[in-house]
């Protein structure tokens, strides 16, 4: 794999990883509970979704 696709892969999934953070922040932000549950993670993370 040439350096900068490399590169390319690796921003692909830093900006995923980000974007991931996000969502969950955004989710827990909007919850009444002190924690997510691990469904709500699951849930908002589309873990188990094609």
Do not use: P
């Amino acid at each position: 794999m040439a350096a900068s696709t490399a590169t390319a892969v690796q921003d692909y999934v830093a900006l995923a990883e980000i974007e991931m953070c996000g969502e969950l922040i955004i989710a827990a932000s909007a919850s009444l509970d002190e924690r997510l549950s691990a469904d709500r993670i699951d849930e908002v993370l589309r873990v188990g979704h094609e």
